[in-house]
């Protein structure tokens, strides 16, 4: 018996290295961004894997007579993107309703597009978008909306235009619909003193109040009708293989769209490969035990290279969740303490964890906690990850470091880096301190913390990392980074982050052919048109998910 089958496996390896590849994309700069960042021109991709890579001599022997050939024309190719935090799943449920302003540098097209939405929305229905902009990105025109310029643009609908988590803009059906009313109280929703009135104590049309505040709005807006999940997530995942991203880290993992997710998946189908980052975080003292049960008994790495949990996250103990736009945090010692008895169990369990962390107290309120965690059940393996992390210092990197912690690093500042000068003044520059984060040699990748948060195109993140301009081109940070290093960060490092170190990251024999195929030279091209850069070809598992030319 065992001699059978040694030969059988002998058979099928020797079939395996003589088979030709299913596909061959030759006569291109291929940047596969390996550990020796090499480029070549051609590469072979067999079962969904790259099969080898080279020369267009030594590739194009390899092929076979039913090899598919695709030539690139001398077009650059990287490996597919990855975001290693992106609320990806909870955006399915208004992506198809939502008006999108990711990219549109333009307030005048920003108009446009609003028109065209009303035009194509039924009587009264709400036009709407839930962050990922900010009107600072309008290079044109950089001023907000007001409630008399979206009543002219839309008599008779509701609109609801969300600048990140900043403020929103409503329009006088909007506050109609809200019962947002002059001289009468705000309805209990709302977080006290975010409704912005005029002195007659007429609401202005603009909300205010971070997270709390904005989510007052959010929260009453439809969502699509459950028959329609499916088109709108497809829409979704349509719109982030155009922009070149195949993988993401997922705060959250909202159920009804993971069902979608596994359906499609079964089908071979699925154009994402999503990493759950999940678990409950304590909201009060009284709800810590049940937590450190609930992680006692929680299991990852049950999934594969499509569908995995990899980490517990985003929040551990929610008091403690930074506010994006506080200017500082002093955590209280009770509640720190809370946090540590969940980072305890956490680390007992051996799980991996992502938590969210952006100012400079809470980060290194966090690091002390960490490090009597670590006392008692070292992290060292288990890849413990601070996320957004823009206020963070020098000396946090270098205690993170020691202890095997990642950064997982969000640049708010990309659509929000003009607000956050008004509140942090030129200490904004430094946020994030992207050389100094590089230069810490700590483990670290980009992402974006879209939808609502940040907008969500990797082309947008890497030329603000390259340039220090946030969308539209204002200067706020002046910690730049190479363009390799920022494509390093956003493909083979952030593979570390979803635990696919060995699949995902490089266009490498053995791993997965995920990979984009660029419409310029991300690596030649002005550093000011890197935010220009438009797949033309995005490929998952050697699948074509995106083709310019069909659209
Ligand atoms: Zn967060």
Known sequence: MLKISLISLLAVTLYAQQSPP???????????????????????????????????????QLAGPNTRRIDLRGKAVIPGLIDNHMHLLRAGSTWAKELRFDGVDSRKQAIEMLRARLKAAGPGEWVYNIGGWAHQQFADDPKPFTREELDQIAPNNPVSLQESYYQVFLNSKALEALKLEANAPDPPEFVKGSVERDSKGRPTGVIKGDIAGTR?????????????????????VRDMNRAGLTSFGVPGCEADVLALFEKWKSQERLNVRTFCIGGNAAATPQTVDRSIQQIAGMKLFQGDSFIDNVAFGESVYSPLHDPMFALKSNPPADQLEQWRKMAMAIAQAGLPLHVHAELTGTIDAFLDQIDAVNKEYPIKNLRWVLAHVNQINASQLERMKKLGMYAAVHPWAVINGAIMHEGFGDGAYDMPPLSTIQNSGIVWGLGSDGTAANQTQPFTTLYFAVTGKMAGGQKVIRQTISREDALIAHTRKNAYFVFQENNLGAIQPGKLADLVVLDRDYLTIPADQIKDIKPVLTMVGGRVVFDAALR
């Open 22 to 60: 299913d596909l061959v994309l030759s006569n291109g700069k291929i940047i596969t961004v390996d550990e020796r960042f090499s480029i070549t021109q051609a590469v072979a991709i067999r079962g969904g894997r790259v099969l080898a890579t080279g020369t267009n001599q030594e590739i194009n």
């Open 216 to 236: 007052a709005v959010a929260n009453k807006l439809p969502k699509v009708a459950p028959e329609q999940l499916e088109a709108s997530t497809l829409a979704l």
